[in-house]
């Protein structure tokens, strides 16, 4: 099993259990409301532990609990893959048309315009 499949595993099991244990009865779009304020909290923890207060003494950055945001929003984002029914494989098709389509967007090849560099006019 490749590991992205082994994250969503691993996440719909914990998913599983929290509705289960916790009798969570939400809709979809419910979830995904939640899932994303709930990643919104992650991502302002993350910017904590990057120093973004230029008005505050910044702390030395701990690559652990960087590292455990990340992960945490992870989690969030991959729940809201379920929920949204994506598989593994789904996340990985539409990730790596997106990332085709960017990079023509900056190439100044795409149909959409307005992305591209003055390097490719």
Not at 22 to 27: G, N
Not at 63 to 89: K, P, R, V
Request: with cysteine; charged share 30%; aromatic share 10%.
């Amino acid at each position: 099993m490749d590991k992205l499949e082994r994250i969503f595993e691993l996440q719909k099991g914990l998913q599983d259990k929290l509705k289960t244990e916790r009798h969570l009865d939400f809709t979809p779009e419910e979830w995904i409301q939640k899932q994303t304020l709930a990643m919104l909290s992650e991502l302002a923890e993350l910017l904590e532990e990057v120093n973004f207060k230029w008005w505050k003494n910044p702390h030395e950055l701990n690559q652990q609990n960087l590292h455990e945001e990340l992960s945490d929003i992870l989690h969030f984002f991959i729940s809201m893959c379920l929920e949204a029914g994506m598989t593994a494989d789904d996340l990985f098709n539409v990730y790596v048309g997106k990332n085709k389509e960017n990079h023509a967007r900056q190439d100044g090849t795409s149909q959409k315009h307005g992305y591209e560099t003055g390097l490719n006019q």
